[in-house]
């Protein structure tokens, strides 16, 4: 396939779905997660779910990188940026996240220095052109991102920049799968495996969930036809009596992964021996730090940061959605104190997050878009 409309051809949709339904026990509820969040967005983008048997339902999983940072994180990123001669940089779908007292925006009307950039490279570029200025890089993300973060850092260190650091907020996943799949709130029958994060680690990370779990796990692609594809595999699987880790998306993610990714963040980073995850808590060796060998470049370390845990706000059921426990349309405050504009959770603020996905694709449950169209 070379075009994107091969990925999205409504024929072969309705042929999957014919298969997919074949291979469903009719007495039988399929429960799989999609661990990202681009995959959400595209489920409800192209309603997938529309393609699915009744029996058949897809719940949200924690691979929302902007979602899962606790709001204590955002207030120590926004002490950070108060600091004299401190410009912040970050990604834009940061820049709304609201930490206990606001968000990046809000403290930028309050007079901080957040700005957003593309890259972390834009950030060593801006401390490069601005000397006077302490340049600190708010770095997030999955394993996805972390290579750009550790080649920034690098050639910070080539460069010998003394007003360049980095604020790492980089989290890995498979332990917060593990965690998902210890939690006695969740039942599951399979997982749409990250594509993105499989384009560094690859494959074999997954193994122990169908060694340890006996839950297949199938590394899915972004369009609609992957998506349909990989649930037909997974429903393969369980029909056949199998749990294996499966790569639907072979086109882009390696068996092994990126050998030099996983090099350049061994080089700068090590597991942190734990860190707090929105809604699911303190999980351990679950996100990375820099190495004392780039100290230099530690913003933890050049900054002395409140660290204080920050409860999320009562009305917001953030967590519940990360675990998969609820759908967004199943929170109180969701499309009406909870909006992209007036967002009180992450889930509604970030491009992958759940709840924005629902809120810009489509509001109701199934039977509840019966009840309206009448089909």
Same mark, same amino acid.
């Given at each position: ?6 990925y999205r051809?409504a024929?072969?949709?309705r ?5 997919i339904?074949?291979l469903?026990d009719p007495?039988?509820?399929y429960?799989?997660m ?12 192209h ?22 940072i606790?709001?204590?994180r ?6 950070i ?7 912040m940089t970050?990604f834009?779908d940061m820049m709304?996240v609201?930490g206990?007292n606001?968000?990046f ?11 957003m ?7 060593l570029?801006?401390?490069r052109?601005?000397?006077d200025l302490?340049?600190?890089f708010l770095?997030?993300?999955f394993e ?6 550790a080649?920034?850092l $690098?050639r910070?260190a080539?460069e010998? +920049? =003394?007003? *360049?650091?980095?604020f790492?907020n980089?989290? @890995?996943? #498979?332990?917060a799968?593990k965690?998902? $799949? ?5 039942? +599951? =029958?399979g *997982?749409?495996?990250p594509?993105?994060?499989? @384009?560094v #680690? ?8 169908a060694?340890?779990y006996?839950?297949?796990l ?8 992957d998506?349909?594809?990989?649930v037909y ?9 199998r749990?294996?880790?499966e790569?639907q998306?072979?086109?882009?993610v390696?068996q092994?992964?990126n050998a030099n ?8 980073m090590?597991l942190?021996?734990y860190?707090?995850w929105?809604g699911?808590?303190f ?5 990375l730090?820099l190495?004392?060998e780039y100290?230099?470049?530690d913003?933890?370390?050049?900054f ?6 920050v ?7 953030c967590?519940e959605?990360?675990k998969g426990v609820?759908?967004?349309w199943e929170?109180k405050v969701?499309?009406?104190?909870c909006?992209p504009?007036?967002?009180i959770?992450t889930c509604?603020v970030?491009?992958?997050g759940a709840?924005a ?18 089909v």
């Amino acid at each position: 396939m070379r075009f994107v409309d091969e990925y999205r051809d409504a024929a072969k949709a309705r042929a999957l779905a014919a298969e997919i339904s074949r291979l469903c026990d009719p007495g039988r509820e399929y429960k799989f997660m999609e661990v990202c969040g681009g995959h959400t967005h595209t489920i409800y983008k192209h309603g997938i779910e529309d393609y699915l048997p009744e029996n058949v339902s897809l719940v949200h999983g924690p691979g929302c990188p902007v979602c899962v940072i606790p709001m204590g994180r955002v207030d120590d990123a926004i002490h950070i940026a108060r600091q004299p001669g401190v410009l912040m940089t970050s990604f834009g779908d940061m820049m709304r996240v609201p930490g206990s007292n606001g968000s990046f925006f809000d403290s930028n009307a309050e007079g901080t220095n957040i700005r957003m950039v593309y890259s972390p490279l834009d950030a060593l570029r801006i401390a490069r052109q601005n000397p006077d200025l302490d340049v600190v890089f708010l770095a997030i993300g999955f394993e996805t991102t972390a290579p750009s973060t550790a080649m920034t850092l $690098l050639r910070a260190a080539q460069e010998d +920049l =003394d007003n *360049f650091s980095v604020f790492c907020n980089h989290v @890995t996943i #498979i332990p917060a799968i593990k965690a998902i $799949l210890d939690s006695p709130d969740q039942r +599951l =029958d399979g *997982f749409l495996g990250p594509g993105h994060v499989s @384009t560094v #680690i690859g494959c074999r990370p997954y193994e122990f969930i169908a060694d340890q779990y006996r839950k297949p796990l199938v590394v899915s692609g972004f369009e609609p036809l992957d998506i349909l594809q990989s649930v037909y595999m997974l429903l393969r699987q369980i029909r056949e009596g199998r749990s294996e880790v499966e790569n639907q998306y072979s086109r882009v993610v390696p068996q092994e992964g990126n050998a030099n990714a996983l090099r350049a963040i061994s080089r700068t980073m090590e597991l942190r021996p734990y860190f707090e995850w929105r809604g699911l808590g303190f999980i351990s060796h679950s996100a990375l730090r820099l190495r004392d060998e780039y100290a230099k470049f530690d913003a933890e370390k050049r900054f002395d940061l409140p660290g204080v845990r920050v409860a999320d706000p009562k009305s917001c059921q953030c967590g519940e959605v990360l675990k998969g426990v609820l759908k967004p349309w199943e929170c109180k405050v969701f499309g009406t104190a909870c909006t992209p504009e007036t967002p009180i959770g992450t889930c509604m603020v970030s491009p992958e997050g759940a709840c924005a996905a629902y809120f810009n694709y489509g509001r109701f449950n199934r039977q509840r878009v019966k009840e309206v169209t009448g089909v």
